[in-house]
Structures are given as structure tokens and as C-alpha cells.
């Protein structure tokens, strides 16, 4: 079944990538020699990094970084940590990681501070397919020698923890069959918990919401819709919300909603504000690059009426700007 | 790091396993043969159908199950149901299913009845490794369309749900590694909540035993007896228990705290009462029999002053016993 599913995995990889890859690409060794000519000399060459690592599949970025360590005696990410700064410097770092190793250590900074950095989780929790979320699990005992469970189970508190342990920890079912009586019924569970209030136990609505499929949480949230005349996220704005409990189940609840939507909002708020938040916009992009950054580019044109490279290119600038726009996918 | 994982265990259940099988095995299409002909005619020959099945293992049993399918066009596990009756039936029903399957399909039946069933519940999600027990939660999603923790979730409320929900979620780490301060400071927080009751939040002592890798919860189980002077099991005992959830509570505590002891302890208790507890008998027999059921019968031993085989002999009778006996390693 798992090699099922990472097939799946696979084919919607292929074609929901955004990174372009040269028909002839050169060989590990030479491309890591590229690097250390880019290191070398006077100040680095950040366009030839770029040229090379936002034009490599994590497969290549892998090869290139083994090829590196090899000729060079030094990690290439470390060396990448001190030649690059600022933004493109946490960009690239976190680009070059193995995609399931960058979750984890973006995943294991959030927890030491959920209070601000909760989207990151609700998203590793939720975007992920049940068995990408396990490799990421996997990863993360192999880096930290903890659970990523018990990092964020002992960075949270009341209905907060409940809800993002149940996210984090819940081994969901991943196929397509539905309860209809089961969403019925749930949707009226929700409405209770919701009428109750943030500050009422939440148990039930945790409970579902922690631990049914995508596919039945999607019959529950059209069954709301249907009874309620709104959306279990807009039911979820009212009151108020003295722990941030919330605003993180809402997060969740529109991440498991629709996964492009929500990602196309994030993205249209770090460029909405007064001053880009380059920290999102590097997280969606970084991460979702070589896996469905094209249906959140689309869903971001459809909502903001400008192509996502458009938005991107008028809000940031510089070595960083020329790095993003390589992995959205179109070359300035 | 998986495939590691599962070495560690297969070299485990070599060495623990009480089974005996015959040095030259039929072959499936024989073995298949074997058990029609015990089957046709006045009568089922039970012991036929025993000295066959109780003496393959996993793979053996496997590869029979597929030969008697595609030569009598029927599931053996059909007609064994139809032939056997009594406990050899629902004993021999569960030996012939492949060991994970097993247990997805005795998980199943017990969370329909958690509050007499749950050490099942307990045992599948604290006896297996997290490997086992994610073998568990994926053939449980094949068989069942849906997860073994949102089945668990429904059945339950209050603590007793949040500490069996977080007990078969959590993807524990499973290294040895152990963080002393962690320990002593999370000994304290088990004392706060045990002290509150059992009918206060207990979300911290739920997060610790229900995240915490067990070699960290022996560290701590440990500062606790050094710090009180009893085992957490024991502390557990007092005070009322309306919901059962203190059971369930000490249950895992113990399981946790050393599952051989705990299995030993599970069958003394099944073999004490006034009539022998069949089910738990066949349970813990069936389940661990190709797996750890050796160090479990050295402990019995130990803390019985009698052979397990000993004590089953007395308390069991006709087919059921010279099946149980079979599997625990001691022909009659």
C-alpha cells in the first residue's frame, strides 16, 4: 500500500513541479566544482548559486551535495550558510536540505515557538498526504532523536495542544469512501462545539477534526455548509480567543478544506501587508516547489488576478528575488 | 531507518518465538490437502487440523492459506470457522490471519466495546515497537476503509479517549536515548496529576505517557519510584474511578513499565479467577506466540512458581488445550 501511495506521490510531483531542469545536466562533481568557483574570489557569485541549485531536482541537489562534501571536505550547507545572508541565505538553506529532512527542521523550529510559528505545523500536518507525513515523522526521529508529537505536545497547552497533537499525530485513512450519515452527523458536532465557544471543551470537534480522512472532513465541511449556510471556517471567526486556539483551528480547518486555497491566501497575505513577509512567501515556495506549487500558482491567479510571479516580482528584490522567481518558474 | 527497524525485530522473534516446526515441512499444496481431508468425512479431525497449523509459522501459514484458496475455490478461514467451535475456533480464526492483520482485526472488535476491551486497545498500541504498531494502522486501513484512531476516538470520551487516542497516534521515537532532567521534571508532573485525581484534566500525565519514547518513561517512571518510594502503577491505585479511565491509565502504565511482566501478570489473572478466562488466554497465547511469548513465559514462571505450560495444562481442556499447549511450546 505505501508504495502505492508513493507512487501516487510521484506522479503528482512530476507534474505539479514549478523548477525547470536543463535537458543536459553536468555531472555532481562538476556542478559542485561550479560551487566552489562561485565561493571563490571576491565576494560570491550568488547568481551562479542560484544558475546551478534552483535549476536541480532534490534528487540532483542530493548527488550535488554528497559530490561536494567528498571533493571539498566540508558540508555544502554549511559553506552555503556563510557565503550567502538574509533572506536567500534561509532560502536556499532550507532548498538544498532532502525535501522530507527540510520538513522536519522546519517543523522542529516551529515547535519551539507554536504561539507564532503554529501555520508551519497545521501545514506539515495537513498538506502532507498521511504517508508523507509519516516520512516526515521518520526524519524527524532520525534528526532529533525525539517525536516531532512530543516537541509540540510540550510547546502547547488546553484545546491548542489537543487539536495540534491530534494534526500531528493521527495516522489518517487516506482513501476516497465517504459515511454520509457520519458527516451528517459531525456537522452537527462541529456546530455544537462552535456555538459552545473557543473556551468550551473542544473534544468532539478536535476529535473529528484530528483524526477523519480528508475525504470524510470534506463531506462533514459540505454538510455544515449545507446546513448552516456558511462555511466551518467563517463560524469559526466569531468570539473571542484569548489562548490563539482559534485562529489555529481555523488554519487547519481551511488547510484541510482546500490545500491550494489556503496556500494561495498565505501567499496573498505575505505580499498584502505593509512590508513583504518574506518568511512565508520562502516557506510556500521552497516547500512546494517540486510538488504543487503550479496548482497553488494557479489558484493565486484565479483569487488575486495577477500571476503569482508577477505579485513576487514587484515585491521583492535582489539575489533573493532572482532565487524565488527561478522556483516559481519563470526566469527574469 | 525502517528496514532497520523491522531487522531488530525479525532477529527478536527468531530468537522468542515458541512455536516448533518440523524440520521438513510438506509443501502448501500438501499442507492444504492435510487439512481437507481433516475436515471431510464424520466429524472434523481437530487434531489433524492442529498438528498441521499450530506447527507453521507466519509465512508457512501464508502460503497454505493461498494453496487451499486456489485449489478448493474457498477461504480456509471460512471453512475453519464452519468446521471449529468453542475457543479452538476463535483461537485457530485468529493464528491462521497473518500476524499484522491480526491485530488491525482484533484492534477492530475491541474498540466497539472499550470500556471491556480496552486492554486490547492498550496492549496493541504499547507491546508493539512503532513500527509494529504502524503496520498495524496500515493494514487496519486496508481492511477497514478507515483508521484505527478515529475508531478509537469515537468509542470513548473525556480522558479516557484522550489517553487511548494519544496512545494508538503518537509515532513514538525508539531510540535509547534518554534525557535525565526531562525525566525528573516530568516525574513531578505525573505526582501533580495523580495527586489531583483521576477525575481532574490529566492532559499533562496523558501528554507524557501518550508521547514520550518508553525508554524515556522508564527514566522517569524511575525518578518517580525514587522520589516516592512506589511505582507509578501503585500510585494509580487509589481513589475513585467512575469512568474507568484509572484503569486503563494503570493498564498502559504497566505495559509501558515492562510488557513481559505485564503479560505474565495478564495471564496469572486469566488463569485465577474461579473459571479460567479463555479469551485472555488465547489473546496473549495467540498474539505472541511467534513473537515474545518465551521472555513472557519465563517471567510467569518466575512469579508463578509454575511452568506457564503448567498452568494451562490444568486449566484447559480437549482440542483448545492441545492447540494452546502447542503454541506455547510444550507437546501433551
Same mark, same amino acid.
Given at each position: 500500500?505505501?508504495?502505492?501511495?508513493?507512487?501516487?506521490?510521484?506522479?503528482?510531483?512530476?507534474?505539479?513541479?514549478?523548477?525547470?531542469?536543463?535537458?543536459?545536466?553536468?555531472?555532481?562533481?562538476?556542478?559542485?566544482?561550479?560551487?566552489?568557483?562561485?565561493?571563490?574570489?571576491?565576494?560570491?557569485?550568488?547568481?551562479?548559486?542560484?544558475?546551478?541549485?534552483?535549476?536541480?531536482?532534490?534528487?540532483?541537489?542530493?548527488?550535488?551535495?554528497?559530490?561536494?562534501?567528498?571533493?571539498?571536505?566540508?558540508?555544502?550547507?554549511?559553506?552555503?550558510?556563510?557565503?550567502?545572508? %538574509?533572506?536567500?541565505? =534561509?532560502?536556499?538553506?532550507?532548498?538544498?536540505? *532532502? @525535501? #522530507?529532512?527540510?520538513?522536519? +527542521?522546519?517543523?522542529? /523550529?516551529?515547535?519551539?515557538?507554536?504561539?507564532?510559528?503554529?501555520?508551519?505545523?497545521?501545514?506539515?500536518?495537513?498538506?502532507?498526504?498521511?504517508?508523507?507525513?509519516?516520512?516526515?515523522?521518520?526524519?524527524?526521529?532520525?534528526?532529533?532523536?525525539?517525536?516531532?508529537?512530543?516537541?509540540?505536545?510540550?510547546?502547547?497547552?488546553?484545546?491548542?495542544?489537543?487539536?495540534?497533537?491530534?494534526?500531528?499525530?493521527?495516522?489518517?485513512?487516506?482513501?476516497?469512501?465517504?459515511?454520509?450519515?457520519?458527516?451528517?452527523?459531525?456537522?452537527?458536532?462541529?456546530?455544537?462545539?462552535?456555538?459552545?465557544?473557543?473556551?468550551?471543551?473542544?473534544?468532539?470537534?478536535?476529535?473529528?477534526?484530528?483524526?477523519?480522512?480528508?475525504?470524510?472532513?470534506?463531506?462533514?465541511?459540505?454538510?455544515?455548509?449545507?446546513?448552516? %449556510?456558511?462555511?466551518? =471556517?467563517?463560524?469559526?471567526?466569531?468570539?473571542? *480567543? @484569548? #489562548?490563539?486556539?482559534?485562529? +489555529?483551528?481555523?488554519? /487547519?480547518?481551511?488547510?484541510?478544506?482546500?490545500?491550494?486555497?489556503?496556500?494561495?491566501?498565505?501567499?496573498?497575505?505575505?505580499?498584502?501587508?505593509?512590508?513583504?513577509?518574506?518568511?512565508?512567501?520562502?516557506?510556500?515556495?521552497?516547500?512546494?516547489?517540486?510538488?504543487?506549487?503550479?496548482?497553488?500558482?494557479?489558484?493565486?491567479?484565479?483569487?488575486?488576478?495577477?500571476?503569482?510571479?508577477?505579485?513576487?516580482?514587484?515585491?521583492?528584490?535582489?539575489?533573493?528575488?532572482?532565487?524565488?522567481?527561478?522556483?516559481?518558474?519563470?526566469?527574469?
Amino acid at each position: 500500500m505505501r508504495a502505492h501511495e508513493n507512487q501516487i506521490c510521484r506522479r503528482r510531483t512530476r507534474a505539479m513541479t514549478t523548477i525547470t531542469v536543463p535537458q543536459v545536466v553536468p555531472s555532481p562533481v562538476e556542478d559542485a566544482e561550479a560551487l566552489m568557483k562561485a565561493f571563490q574570489g571576491w565576494g560570491t557569485d550568488e547568481q551562479a548559486v542560484i544558475y546551478i541549485l534552483a535549476h536541480r531536482d532534490a534528487a540532483q541537489r542530493k548527488l550535488i551535495r554528497q559530490a561536494y562534501e567528498e571533493k571539498y571536505n566540508e558540508l555544502l550547507t554549511d559553506r552555503l550558510q556563510s557565503e550567502l545572508s %538574509g533572506d536567500l541565505q =534561509t532560502a536556499m538553506g532550507y532548498w538544498v536540505l *532532502d @525535501p #522530507t529532512e527540510r520538513q522536519a +527542521v522546519i517543523a522542529n /523550529a516551529a515547535t519551539k515557538c507554536i504561539d507564532e510559528e503554529y501555520p508551519v505545523i497545521v501545514e506539515i500536518a495537513c498538506a502532507n498526504s498521511p504517508a508523507e507525513l509519516l516520512e516526515v515523522k521518520q526524519a524527524y526521529h532520525a534528526i532529533y532523536k525525539r517525536s516531532l508529537e512530543e516537541d509540540v505536545a510540550a510547546g502547547a497547552t488546553g484545546n491548542l495542544r489537543n487539536l495540534l497533537v491530534a494534526l500531528v499525530s493521527t495516522y489518517r485513512y487516506d482513501g476516497d469512501e465517504v459515511n454520509g450519515g457520519l458527516a451528517r452527523s459531525e456537522a452537527k458536532i462541529i456546530q455544537a462545539d462552535v456555538k459552545n465557544g473557543v473556551t468550551a471543551d473542544h473534544g468532539e470537534l478536535i476529535r473529528v477534526l484530528g483524526t477523519r480522512s480528508r475525504a470524510q472532513l470534506g463531506a462533514t465541511f459540505n454538510c455544515f455548509r449545507d446546513e448552516h %449556510g456558511t462555511t466551518v =471556517t467563517k463560524a469559526l471567526l466569531h468570539g473571542s *480567543d @484569548p #489562548t490563539g486556539y482559534a485562529r +489555529v483551528l481555523r488554519t /487547519a480547518a481551511r488547510c484541510i478544506a482546500d490545500t491550494d486555497k489556503y496556500f494561495a491566501k498565505v501567499l496573498r497575505n505575505a505580499m498584502h501587508k505593509s512590508g513583504t513577509d518574506e518568511e512565508s512567501l520562502l516557506r510556500v515556495v521552497v516547500m512546494h516547489a517540486e510538488k504543487d506549487l503550479r496548482a497553488i500558482k494557479d489558484e493565486f491567479h484565479r483569487r488575486a488576478s495577477v500571476a503569482l510571479e508577477q505579485a513576487i516580482a514587484k515585491e521583492t528584490s535582489g539575489d533573493f528575488k532572482t532565487f524565488i522567481m527561478a522556483l516559481v518558474g519563470t526566469s527574469q
